[in-house]
């Protein structure tokens, strides 16, 4: 069965140090989801895009965040420099294509801590 | 922005007894919604879904019924297992193709 792959699955880091996580959805989905979730909260959508384009960046914290998606294919998300607010489970799904009823499928998410 | 929120954040069930798991949503121009399951430490895991022009969908041992009137989605599970032990989240599609999911209900299972 295809899956979202994500990686890494954990990731410690210093304040103020840059963080990537990688993201490769399920094949052929042209929509990619980056979402943030805090502990005990559901996720919050950061970027969508449909394929290399960003369609919906308005929670980006764009001072410290980037998302890019090159290639419309696999995507990288960016935190520079890293806060300890940012400690969190990030999330990437993916979709056929953002119409009703089209399912997103997630990924096992990268754990983030900050310290 | 949308508003998705649950009614009990904690839910504790016997065994083989059936799981009910509500979900309100504010948004009544929402036309899709998803339930997913988490466990602890893994992503959202997808268990059934259901279009806004449908009051009831049934999956396998799991049923989604949708009340547009009083923007309530509910989540029953016949015959709970302790497999079921997790957090569910209830997501509504809003008008810009993004999915609001609201902060989850913790079922136990007690063996």
């Known amino acids: 069965e295809a899956e979202v792959a994500q990686s890494p699955r954990y990731k410690i880091t210093e304040k103020s140090q840059a963080v990537a996580f990688w993201c490769d959805p399920i094949?052929?989905?042209?929509?990619l989801y980056w979402y943030r979730q805090i502990l005990g909260q559901g996720p919050e959508l950061l970027v969508q895009?449909?394929?290399?384009?960003?369609?919906?960046d308005s929670q980006l914290p764009k001072d410290r965040f980037s998302a890019e998606r090159l290639k419309g294919v696999d995507s990288t998300l960016k935190i520079q420099p890293a806060e300890l607010g940012d400690s969190a489970m990030y999330l990437c799904?993916?979709?056929?294509?953002?119409?009703?009823?089209?399912?997103?499928?997630f990924g096992p998410g990268t754990r983030l801590l900050v310290l | 922005g949308e508003s998705v929120g649950l009614h009990l954040p904690t839910l504790s069930v016997q065994e083989g007894d059936n799981s009910i798991i509500n979900c309100a949503y504010s948004?009544?121009?929402?036309?899709?919604f998803i339930w997913y399951k988490q466990e602890s430490g893994k992503g959202p895991q997808f268990i059934i879904d259901?279009?806004?022009?449908?009051d009831k969908r049934q999956g396998q041992r799991v049923t989604v019924l949708l009340n547009k009137t009083v923007k309530h989605l509910s989540l029953q599970i016949a015959a709970t297992q302790p497999g079921d032990s997790a957090v569910y989240f209830c997501?509504?599609?809003?008008?810009?193709?993004?999915?609001?999911f609201g902060t989850g209900t913790s079922l136990t299972v007690i063996p």
């Open positions: 895009f449909q394929d290399e384009s960003v369609v919906d």
């Open positions: 094949s052929g989905h042209a929509t």
């Open positions: 948004n009544s121009a929402s036309d899709y």
């Open positions: 259901i279009r806004s022009n449908m």
């Open positions: 997501a509504e599609r809003g008008s810009g193709n993004q999915f609001y």
């Open positions: 799904a993916s979709s056929l294509e953002a119409r009703a009823r089209q399912t997103q499928y």
